[in-house]
């Protein structure tokens, strides 16, 4: 089996390389592109953006990127931001992911997050992670609820907007690590 973060029996967490790139733009669909990436990737794009991820994981700075498998086989994407400023704390980390269409409904997020926050734990970074969601985006809401975090407020975001220009609305849900 390979090396990478696993606690549980069939999902683990691993960084992504350019081998990865063309399942991981497979599994980007319109509700991927609608509440997290704002397009789609295409495969060049995608080994230059897990090169930036490998050489951020290299510096111990910035956003860092997971592939999440399940039983063997790409099924999604998570990353945290240490140093995200939109409706943050310095000490929150934002936490962000994806899940392929053919592995929804199965728990994997609420599996993720608990793998990536054991990482946080471990590497001592950060105190709370944070995920910032928008209200209607009904399936995150229950992942950051069946994950344990609690919401703490609304807020506008002060670097995402709308298709109309008005700033997008986050809910922000908390976990103490
Ligand atoms: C949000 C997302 C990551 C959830 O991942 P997941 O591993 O399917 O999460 P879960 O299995 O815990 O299901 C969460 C909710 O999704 C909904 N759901 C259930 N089966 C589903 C399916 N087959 N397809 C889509 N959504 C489904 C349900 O509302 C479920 O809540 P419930 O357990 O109370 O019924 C996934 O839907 C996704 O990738 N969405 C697009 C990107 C996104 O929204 N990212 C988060 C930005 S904040």
Known sequence: MPAGYGRYVTIELRPLT???AEAHCAG???LTVR???GGYGDVDGTIGYFELLAGNADRGVGKRGFGIWKSGRLAG???YTPDL???LEPDDVALAYAVHPWARGQGVAVEAL???CDILRTDNIGTRAAIRV???NVASVRVAQKAGFRYVRDFPSNRDTQPD???TTFSLYLLDL
Do not use: R
């Open 85 to 87: 400023d939109d409706g």
């Open 134 to 136: 928008e209200p209607d």
């Open 114 to 116: 608990g793998l990536l």
């Open 165 to 167: 220009g008005t700033p």
């Open 35 to 37: 509440w997290l990436t």
């Open 28 to 30: 980007e669909d319109e």
């Open 77 to 79: 994407y998570i990353d």
């Open 18 to 20: 350019g081998a990865d």
